[in-house]
């Protein structure tokens, strides 16, 4: 009798580099958005955000798989 | 006048409807290359109840500073615009973000949303405690 093995969780800066590559695609400049990411029941939530006080708008919001890196959903604010 | 004016009033408004025009002209939609968030303020003369806008400096490709508007004696500000110039059609939000929403509860007057999907309404229905108060947002 074997006991189950849960899958490894992707660590954090492959799930930003993964979040990272289609950021860059869509968005001119990353410099001015700030990442935070999370760990929840559905996957990675990594979400950009304006970090220039005062300006309003958005960034990419993704929620990523765990285990295999698929982008689940994504979302381009503005 | 003691009345502030709605966002409903303000869309319907010639002079802000052709703010709103041009800031969406200049925004370049069409270009991924260029498009960027344009906007300004709304304000209106207490005495005469005239409506004008002055435009703020052009935004990013995803967002824009409308923190600080200028003041104008005799008038305060009810309402502001900009734009969201990225096609909906390729994923983007036409509708206000999470900074938006949070930014126009802070500020105290409409925001008015250009997209291409229309124009969307986040804050409030008009502005914060009527006309009373400083020039420029409300307390």
Same mark, same amino acid.
């Given at each position: 009798?074997?006991a189950a093995?849960?899958?490894?969780?992707?660590?954090?800066d492959?799930?930003?580099?993964?979040?990272?590559?289609?950021?860059?695609?869509?968005?001119?400049?990353?410099?001015?958005?700030?990442?935070?990411?999370r760990?929840?029941?559905?996957?990675?939530?990594?979400?950009?955000?304006?970090?220039?006080?005062?300006?309003?708008g958005?960034?990419?919001?993704?929620?990523?798989?765990?285990?295999?890196?698929?982008?689940?959903?994504?979302?381009?604010?503005? | 006048m003691?009345?502030?004016?709605?966002?409903?009033?303000?869309?319907?408004?010639?002079?802000?409807?052709?703010?709103? =025009?041009s800031?969406?002209? =200049?925004? &370049?939609?069409? =270009?991924?290359?260029?498009?960027?968030?344009e906007?300004?303020?709304?304000?209106?003369?207490?005495?005469?109840g005239?409506i004008?806008?002055?435009?703020?400096?052009?935004?990013?490709?995803?967002?824009?500073?409308?923190?600080n508007?200028p003041?104008r004696?005799?008038?305060?500000?009810?309402? &502001?615009?900009h734009?969201?110039?990225?096609?909906?059609? &390729?994923?983007w &939000?036409?509708g206000?973000?999470?900074?938006?929403?949070?930014?126009?509860?802070m500020?105290?007057?409409p925001?008015?949303?250009?997209?291409?999907q229309?124009?969307?309404?986040s804050g409030?229905?008009s502005?914060?405690?009527?006309?009373?108060?400083?020039?420029?947002?409300?307390?």
């Amino acid at each position: 009798m074997s006991a189950a093995v849960a899958a490894p969780l992707l660590p954090c800066d492959e799930v930003l580099r993964i979040a990272q590559a289609d950021a860059q695609r869509v968005y001119r400049d990353l410099t001015n958005l700030a990442i935070t990411l999370r760990l929840e029941s559905d996957g990675w939530h990594v979400e950009y955000n304006p970090s220039r006080p005062g300006w309003q708008g958005g960034g990419p919001y993704y929620v990523i798989d765990p285990v295999d890196g698929t982008i689940i959903s994504k979302t381009y604010y503005q | 006048m003691t009345a502030a004016p709605t966002a409903t009033e303000l869309l319907s408004h010639p002079v802000v409807r052709a703010a709103i =025009d041009s800031a969406w002209a =200049d925004s &370049k939609a069409d =270009d991924p290359a260029a498009r960027h968030e344009e906007g300004g303020w709304i304000y209106l003369e207490l005495a005469s109840g005239v409506i004008t806008v002055e435009r703020a400096a052009t935004g990013e490709q995803q967002d824009i500073d409308l923190f600080n508007p200028p003041t104008r004696a005799g008038c305060v500000i009810v309402g &502001k615009f900009h734009t969201h110039p990225n096609p909906s059609d &390729k994923g983007w &939000k036409p509708g206000p973000s999470t900074s938006d929403v949070q930014y126009d509860e802070m500020h105290g007057v409409p925001d008015l949303i250009r997209s291409d999907q229309g124009v969307h309404v986040s804050g409030p229905e008009s502005r914060r405690g009527g006309l009373s108060g400083p020039p420029g947002y409300p307390e």
